[in-house]
Every structure is written in C-alpha cells, then in structure tokens.
C-alpha cells in the first residue's frame, strides 16, 4: 500500500479539488491527480467524478474515504503518543496571533522559548484575518474574541479590557464626553476587523446603548487607532493592555468610566486531540508562565497540565 496515496486522496476529499490538496500538501496538481489517477488505475476503481466545476465522490470513493479516514485520523494520535513521550522536544509549530498581540507580547516569549528549546521552530503569522485551524493546519491560534469552534480546545486567557479613550489635545478643544449620547459631537477613530465589531457598545447602567460614531479614519489595526488618538484626531477604543503605556505617559485619557463596553478576552486555541504532541505542552506551559508572571490571578482558564504552583 502507497501511504502517500491514501493521504493524497484524503486530502482532495477534504479540500474538495486537487489544487487545494497540493496547496495543502505542498505538492505540484500535477502530482496529486497523478496519484490519485495510479489509485484508482491499482483499484480497477473509479472514486471521483471529475466536473468542470467540482469533483464529487462516487459511491466506492465515499465508502473507501469513510475507512481511511478513521485509520489516518488513528495513526496521527499514535504518532501523537509518540511526540507526548519523547525526550528530545523538537518540530514545527504554526502560530497565529493578532498583530498587535504579537509585537507587544508573543515577540519577546518567542524569542525565550526557542532559545530553551533549539529544536523547535515557529513560524508565526500576524493576522486580523479569520483563521480556520483545522482546514489551514494552524498548531495554534491566539485571538482576541471568543471561539465556538467544537474541533478546537480553547482557553480564556486574560481579558482584554477595552474603553473609550482621547489625547488631552483632542479633548481640550472639542471638550470631554459626560454621557455615551454626547459622543454624537465628536469625531472617532473607527477599528473595525473580522473579530471587532465598529459600532461603539455602552452600558448604562439598565441597558447597552449602541453608538456608531462620526467617523473620518477607519482602521482595521488597533496600533494605528491608537497612534491617530495620540496625535489627536478623535476618539477611538482600545484594549487597555494596547493603551497602557499611552496612558501612563499621558498621551491618551480614558473617557465614560461610569458606562463600562462589551468586553473582550484573548484566547488560545488548538485542535483537539486525543494526545497532546509535547512541542504544544511545552509552549503552552512556557506561554502560562509568562501570563501569571504578568496578571498573576487575573488568568481566567487553565489547563489540567499547567502547574500552578511553579
């Protein structure tokens, strides 16, 4: 039995055409419908009609699909089993993150943790993007919105608490909002992405009021947001672990603490498995190390593995 067959013909099934199998597997379409031609050829089998605008599986195709897919799906949990209980922690991790979450916080681990562990590599994308895990054989996906992906194991890391905020210059001259219905007067900075909704959400104390603000800038990096807030072109909202520093410093001013905004949590996830490969045990433990050094407490969910008390 070719292996590699069985895999390649998976993987068309699953991407649902040979060009997506051979983006998938690196491999040439002219190689993957090679393959799959040599197996239908061994088999005496026709398993895929061939349309001008999709393939679909032929009644043998879809039975013969259904097994392998169970016998792949169990080698890789027993080569899982194998990575869980190495010794020598090595191998590739696809990373996916925020951009922003990435410069001000993963840069710095990254740099740690490879340097612990010279046998792993990452490689990393920044991204505001929706990322699908399993289809793009992502390792692990950090994102700042809640994940309802059943085929994902997922974590709330911290929160990421977000609030309306302006420099001193913008609110000396256009005046400092006391009520969300003031902010009608004013200009803002609109961050908007596949995770963050544009509309500016407010709690009132009895209901959320909803404010789409005037809007001259629209972005979809909450970096630039801020910076265009810094220089003073209107109100805009940021989480806070973005806008710490600026507040600090003094180049942005939190506004309406009395009316609190929907809040967002950062939140790590994986594809679940039966076992955990020890390159994702290793980095997730180094990752938590790194959040209770810096919100301690403030961690919202933990893994089994992760010890605590370290």
């Known amino acids: 039995m070719d292996l590699n067959r069985v895999q390649i013909f998976a993987q068309v ?4 055409s040979f060009t997506g199998a051979a983006k998938a597997l690196g491999l040439t379409k002219a190689t993957v419908s090679r393959k799959i ?41 027993a ?6 209980h190495q010794q020598l922690i090595k191998g590739n991790l696809k990373i996916v993150c925020p951009i922003e979450l990435g410069q001000l916080f993963l840069g710095p681990i990254f740099a740690k943790f490879l340097t612990l562990y010279p046998d792993i590599t990452i490689d990393a994308e920044l991204t505001n993007r929706k990322v699908d895990v399993i ?19 997922s974590y709330s890391l911290v929160n990421a608490y977000k609030s309306l905020m302006a420099s001193p210059k913008y609110l000396a001259e256009h ?3 006391k009520v969300p219905q003031d902010l009608a007067k004013h200009k803002a900075i609109r961050l908007q992405s596949a995770h963050i909704e544009g509309a500016w959400k407010l709690f009132d104390g009895k209901s959320w009021v909803v404010i789409e603000p005037v809007t001259q800038l629209t972005v979809n990096n909450v970096t ?4 265009a807030a810094i220089a003073g072109l209107g109100i805009t909202a940021v989480p806070s672990i973005i806008a710490q520093e600026a507040v600090e ?11 609190p905004m929907v809040q967002t949590k950062v939140v790590l996830s994986y594809p679940k498995r039966a076992y955990l490969p020890r390159k994702y045990r290793v980095f997730i433990e180094f990752i938590y ?8 407490s403030q961690v919202l969910e933990v893994p089994e593995f992760i010890d605590q008390q370290r």
């Open 249 to 259: 410093k003094g180049y942005l001013v939190p506004l309406l603490d009395d009316y």
């Open 289 to 296: 190390a790194a959040l209770f050094k810096r919100w301690g």
């Open 79 to 84: 080569e899982n089993q194998l990575s869980a």
């Open 175 to 177: 005046g400092t909002p």
């Open 135 to 153: 289809e793009e054989g992502i390792d692990l996906l950090f994102q700042i919105a809640d994940s309802h992906d059943s085929r994902l194991q």
């Open 13 to 16: 099934v699953e991407q649902g």
């Open 224 to 227: 630039i947001a801020r910076e």
């Open 37 to 77: 031609a040599e197996l239908e050829a061994d088999t005496g089998t026709q398993l895929l009609f061939r349309t001008t605008r999709a393939l679909k599986l032929t009644e043998a195709g879809s039975s013969y699909y259904n097994r392998i897919n169970k016998i792949l799906s169990d080698l890789q949990s």
